[in-house]
Protein backbone atom coordinates (compact mmCIF):
# COMPACT_ATOMS: atom_id res chain seq x y z
CA UNK A 1 0.00 0.00 0.00
CA UNK A 2 2.70 2.97 1.11
CA UNK A 3 4.62 2.26 -2.52
CA UNK A 4 1.23 3.04 -4.19
CA UNK A 5 1.07 6.19 -2.45
CA UNK A 6 3.07 9.71 -3.52
CA UNK A 7 4.90 11.37 -0.42
CA UNK A 8 3.50 15.13 0.55
CA UNK A 9 6.66 16.82 -1.64
CA UNK A 10 5.64 14.59 -4.57
CA UNK A 11 2.10 14.87 -4.65
CA UNK A 12 2.18 18.77 -4.16
CA UNK A 13 4.38 18.89 -6.90
CA UNK A 14 2.10 17.10 -9.04
CA UNK A 15 -0.88 18.88 -8.11
CA UNK A 16 1.43 22.41 -8.49
CA UNK A 17 0.76 23.19 -4.70
CA UNK A 18 2.89 23.99 -1.62
CA UNK A 19 3.70 21.57 0.89
CA UNK A 20 2.59 24.28 3.26
CA UNK A 21 -0.76 24.81 1.46
CA UNK A 22 -1.68 21.15 1.56
CA UNK A 23 -0.68 20.76 5.48
CA UNK A 24 -2.87 23.35 6.01
CA UNK A 25 -5.86 21.72 3.91
CA UNK A 26 -4.87 18.85 5.94
CA UNK A 27 -5.35 21.02 9.12
CA UNK A 28 -8.70 22.24 8.10
CA UNK A 29 -10.31 18.92 6.75
CA UNK A 30 -10.40 20.22 3.21
CA UNK A 31 -7.97 17.25 1.79
CA UNK A 32 -6.59 14.66 4.18
CA UNK A 33 -3.95 12.19 3.25
CA UNK A 34 -4.72 8.93 2.82
CA UNK A 35 -2.67 7.95 5.44
CA UNK A 36 -0.11 9.39 8.56
CA UNK A 37 2.95 7.62 9.52
CA UNK A 38 2.12 7.42 13.35
CA UNK A 39 6.08 7.27 14.41
CA UNK A 40 7.52 9.95 11.55
CA UNK A 41 4.14 11.80 10.93
CA UNK A 42 4.71 11.99 7.13
CA UNK A 43 1.78 12.52 5.01
CA UNK A 44 0.85 10.24 2.08
CA UNK A 45 -1.49 10.83 -0.55
CA UNK A 46 -3.23 8.66 -3.11
CA UNK A 47 -2.74 9.27 -6.63
CA UNK A 48 -6.52 9.77 -7.22
CA UNK A 49 -6.44 12.66 -5.00
CA UNK A 50 -4.99 15.00 -7.39
CA UNK A 51 -8.30 15.63 -8.78
CA UNK A 52 -9.77 17.27 -5.88
CA UNK A 53 -6.06 19.06 -5.04
CA UNK A 54 -6.16 20.12 -8.46
CA UNK A 55 -9.80 21.59 -8.35
CA UNK A 56 -8.73 23.05 -4.80
CA UNK A 57 -6.09 25.14 -6.68
CA UNK A 58 -7.82 26.28 -9.14
CA UNK A 59 -10.78 27.65 -7.05
CA UNK A 60 -8.20 28.87 -4.25
CA UNK A 61 -6.41 31.02 -8.03
CA UNK A 62 -9.89 32.74 -7.95
CA UNK A 63 -9.74 33.87 -4.28
CA UNK A 64 -13.06 31.70 -3.77
CA UNK A 65 -13.10 31.03 0.07
CA UNK A 66 -11.84 27.50 1.43
CA UNK A 67 -15.26 26.79 3.08
CA UNK A 68 -17.08 27.56 -0.21
CA UNK A 69 -14.45 24.96 -1.59
CA UNK A 70 -15.42 22.66 1.11
CA UNK A 71 -18.83 22.46 0.51
CA UNK A 72 -18.30 22.09 -3.17
CA UNK A 73 -16.33 19.08 -2.85
CA UNK A 74 -18.40 16.96 -0.96
CA UNK A 75 -21.38 18.27 -3.16
CA UNK A 76 -23.19 15.76 -5.87
CA UNK A 77 -23.15 17.17 -9.19
CA UNK A 78 -26.33 19.66 -9.52
CA UNK A 79 -25.56 21.00 -5.55
CA UNK A 80 -21.82 21.58 -6.86
CA UNK A 81 -23.19 24.00 -10.00
CA UNK A 82 -25.44 25.75 -7.28
CA UNK A 83 -22.72 26.67 -5.28
CA UNK A 84 -20.51 27.52 -7.58
CA UNK A 85 -22.58 29.68 -9.65
CA UNK A 86 -23.94 31.77 -5.99
CA UNK A 87 -19.87 32.13 -5.64
CA UNK A 88 -19.59 33.43 -9.24
CA UNK A 89 -22.93 35.91 -8.40
CA UNK A 90 -20.81 37.34 -5.61
CA UNK A 91 -17.63 38.09 -7.54
CA UNK A 92 -19.83 39.51 -10.24
CA UNK A 93 -21.25 41.50 -7.48
CA UNK A 94 -18.00 42.82 -6.31
CA UNK A 95 -16.76 42.91 -9.46
CA UNK A 96 -19.60 45.96 -10.07
CA UNK A 97 -18.86 47.34 -7.00
CA UNK A 98 -15.01 47.44 -7.66
CA UNK A 99 -15.85 49.16 -11.10
CA UNK A 100 -18.12 51.42 -9.19
CA UNK A 101 -14.92 52.52 -6.99
CA UNK A 102 -12.78 52.72 -10.15
CA UNK A 103 -14.95 55.20 -11.74
CA UNK A 104 -15.38 57.78 -8.80
CA UNK A 105 -11.41 57.19 -8.61
CA UNK A 106 -10.95 57.86 -11.88
CA UNK A 107 -13.63 61.08 -11.17
CA UNK A 108 -12.03 62.46 -8.60
CA UNK A 109 -9.00 62.30 -10.07
CA UNK A 110 -9.75 64.39 -12.84
CA UNK A 111 -11.54 66.97 -11.87
CA UNK A 112 -10.97 66.91 -7.64
CA UNK A 113 -14.44 66.98 -5.63
CA UNK A 114 -17.38 67.46 -7.90
CA UNK A 115 -18.58 70.72 -7.27
CA UNK A 116 -22.54 69.77 -6.28
CA UNK A 117 -24.51 73.05 -5.45
CA UNK A 118 -25.77 72.56 -1.72
CA UNK A 119 -28.82 74.90 -1.35
CA UNK A 120 -30.97 75.34 1.58
CA UNK A 121 -34.52 75.41 1.63
CA UNK A 122 -37.74 74.09 3.58
CA UNK A 123 -39.90 71.03 2.73
CA UNK A 124 -43.49 71.21 2.78
CA UNK A 125 -45.53 67.98 4.56
CA UNK A 126 -45.94 64.94 2.67
CA UNK A 127 -47.84 61.56 2.81
CA UNK A 128 -45.87 58.89 1.37
CA UNK A 129 -47.55 55.40 0.52
CA UNK A 130 -44.25 53.42 1.14
CA UNK A 131 -43.16 49.37 1.39
CA UNK A 132 -40.32 49.12 3.51
CA UNK A 133 -37.37 46.25 3.66
CA UNK A 134 -34.03 45.45 5.43
CA UNK A 135 -30.59 45.32 3.47
CA UNK A 136 -26.97 45.68 3.34
CA UNK A 137 -25.46 48.39 2.06
CA UNK A 138 -24.12 46.51 -0.83
CA UNK A 139 -27.78 45.58 -1.80
CA UNK A 140 -29.44 48.57 -1.44
CA UNK A 141 -29.82 49.32 -5.45
CA UNK A 142 -31.51 46.03 -5.77
CA UNK A 143 -33.52 46.02 -2.38
CA UNK A 144 -34.93 49.45 -3.80
CA UNK A 145 -35.76 47.90 -7.33
CA UNK A 146 -37.51 44.50 -5.54
CA UNK A 147 -39.42 47.70 -3.43
CA UNK A 148 -40.82 49.17 -6.40
CA UNK A 149 -42.10 45.72 -7.69
CA UNK A 150 -44.19 45.64 -4.49
CA UNK A 151 -44.90 49.03 -4.30
CA UNK A 152 -46.56 49.67 -7.54
CA UNK A 153 -48.60 46.61 -7.86
CA UNK A 154 -49.94 47.33 -4.44
CA UNK A 155 -51.09 50.69 -5.95
CA UNK A 156 -52.69 49.49 -8.37
CA UNK A 157 -54.83 46.51 -6.92
CA UNK A 158 -55.82 49.50 -4.03
CA UNK A 159 -56.85 52.40 -6.77
CA UNK A 160 -54.58 54.92 -5.56
CA UNK A 161 -53.43 57.46 -8.13
CA UNK A 162 -50.30 58.27 -7.53
CA UNK A 163 -47.86 60.47 -10.50
CA UNK A 164 -43.83 60.57 -10.32
CA UNK A 165 -41.29 60.46 -8.81
CA UNK A 166 -40.16 57.70 -6.91
CA UNK A 167 -38.92 58.37 -3.25
CA UNK A 168 -36.57 56.40 -1.15
CA UNK A 169 -35.73 57.15 2.59
CA UNK A 170 -32.81 56.23 4.12
CA UNK A 171 -31.36 56.34 7.74
CA UNK A 172 -28.37 58.91 8.59
CA UNK A 173 -26.02 55.87 8.96
CA UNK A 174 -26.28 52.75 6.91
CA UNK A 175 -25.35 49.83 8.83
CA UNK A 176 -24.85 46.24 8.30
CA UNK A 177 -28.40 45.68 8.44
CA UNK A 178 -30.46 49.36 7.20
CA UNK A 179 -34.13 49.92 6.76
CA UNK A 180 -35.06 51.45 4.13
CA UNK A 181 -38.26 52.73 2.45
CA UNK A 182 -39.46 53.25 -1.06
CA UNK A 183 -42.65 55.31 -1.65
CA UNK A 184 -44.53 57.76 -3.53
CA UNK A 185 -46.62 60.80 -2.60
CA UNK A 186 -50.21 60.15 -2.27
CA UNK A 187 -53.43 61.93 0.07
CA UNK A 188 -55.64 58.91 -0.91
CA UNK A 189 -54.96 55.12 1.31
CA UNK A 190 -55.16 53.85 4.37
CA UNK A 191 -54.98 49.88 5.62
CA UNK A 192 -53.83 49.01 2.41
CA UNK A 193 -52.88 45.54 2.46
CA UNK A 194 -49.12 45.56 1.44
CA UNK A 195 -48.63 49.45 2.01
CA UNK A 196 -47.81 51.60 4.85
CA UNK A 197 -48.07 55.73 5.17
CA UNK A 198 -45.83 57.82 6.35
CA UNK A 199 -45.76 61.30 6.85
CA UNK A 200 -42.60 63.41 6.52
CA UNK A 201 -43.25 66.53 8.42
CA UNK A 202 -42.24 69.72 6.94
CA UNK A 203 -39.43 71.79 8.10
CA UNK A 204 -35.80 72.91 6.94
CA UNK A 205 -33.59 71.05 4.06
CA UNK A 206 -30.23 70.87 2.70
CA UNK A 207 -30.56 69.57 -0.68
CA UNK A 208 -28.46 69.22 -3.54
CA UNK A 209 -29.09 67.11 -7.07
CA UNK A 210 -26.72 64.43 -8.96
CA UNK A 211 -26.70 63.87 -12.37
CA UNK A 212 -25.37 60.69 -12.95
CA UNK A 213 -24.97 56.60 -12.17
CA UNK A 214 -26.44 56.15 -9.19
CA UNK A 215 -22.74 54.21 -7.64
CA UNK A 216 -21.50 57.81 -7.33
CA UNK A 217 -24.07 58.96 -5.32
CA UNK A 218 -21.56 59.20 -2.69
CA UNK A 219 -19.76 62.13 -4.04
CA UNK A 220 -22.87 63.92 -3.78
CA UNK A 221 -24.01 62.90 0.10
CA UNK A 222 -20.03 63.90 0.37
CA UNK A 223 -20.95 67.64 -0.86
CA UNK A 224 -24.20 67.46 1.01
CA UNK A 225 -23.47 66.73 4.68
CA UNK A 226 -19.78 68.47 4.68
CA UNK A 227 -22.07 71.57 3.77
CA UNK A 228 -24.42 71.07 6.16
CA UNK A 229 -21.49 70.52 8.82
CA UNK A 230 -19.95 73.23 7.86
CA UNK A 231 -23.21 75.73 8.81
CA UNK A 232 -23.30 74.04 12.04
CA UNK A 233 -26.62 72.45 11.46
CA UNK A 234 -27.62 69.01 12.95
CA UNK A 235 -28.66 66.40 9.94
CA UNK A 236 -31.68 64.67 10.65
CA UNK A 237 -33.32 61.42 9.15
CA UNK A 238 -34.63 60.18 7.21
CA UNK A 239 -32.65 61.09 4.36
CA UNK A 240 -34.54 61.41 1.29
CA UNK A 241 -33.81 60.48 -2.32
CA UNK A 242 -36.23 61.75 -5.15
CA UNK A 243 -35.24 59.95 -8.29
CA UNK A 244 -36.85 62.72 -11.24
CA UNK A 245 -34.94 60.60 -13.86
CA UNK A 246 -34.77 57.04 -13.83
CA UNK A 247 -33.32 54.21 -14.90
CA UNK A 248 -36.47 53.11 -17.37
CA UNK A 249 -35.86 57.18 -18.95
CA UNK A 250 -32.20 58.02 -19.62
CA UNK A 251 -29.02 56.15 -19.73
CA UNK A 252 -27.16 56.19 -16.54
CA UNK A 253 -24.87 59.47 -17.18
CA UNK A 254 -28.15 61.37 -17.33
CA UNK A 255 -29.81 59.71 -14.34
CA UNK A 256 -31.17 62.67 -12.15
CA UNK A 257 -31.26 62.26 -8.64
CA UNK A 258 -32.71 64.96 -5.79
CA UNK A 259 -31.51 64.70 -2.54
CA UNK A 260 -32.89 66.32 0.45
CA UNK A 261 -31.40 66.51 4.17
CA UNK A 262 -33.54 67.49 7.21
CA UNK A 263 -31.33 69.63 9.55
CA UNK A 264 -32.02 71.60 12.78
CA UNK A 265 -29.96 73.97 14.34
CA UNK A 266 -27.39 72.88 16.89
CA UNK A 267 -28.02 73.20 20.38
CA UNK A 268 -25.61 74.86 22.50
Known amino acids: MRDELLTIGRFARLCRLSVKQLR ?24 EQAGDALTIALLREMDVPL ?4 QALGAEPESRARILR ?12 DQARLEMLERLAEAG ?8 GGEPERRLAVVRTVCTPAEIGQKVEQC ?5 PALGRAGIAWEPPLWALYPLDLEERTR ?16 EFETLPAGPVAETTHIGPYAQLPLAYHALF ?28 A ?14
Open 24 to 47: HYDETGLLAPVRVDGVSGYRYYAP
Open 67 to 70: AVIA
Open 86 to 97: AERDRLAERISR
Open 113 to 120: LPGHEVVM
Open 148 to 152: VGRLL
Open 180 to 195: IAVGVQTSHGEGVPGL
Open 226 to 253: AAVHERGLRPRAPVREVYLVGPTAAPRE
Open 255 to 268: LKTRLLLPVQERTA
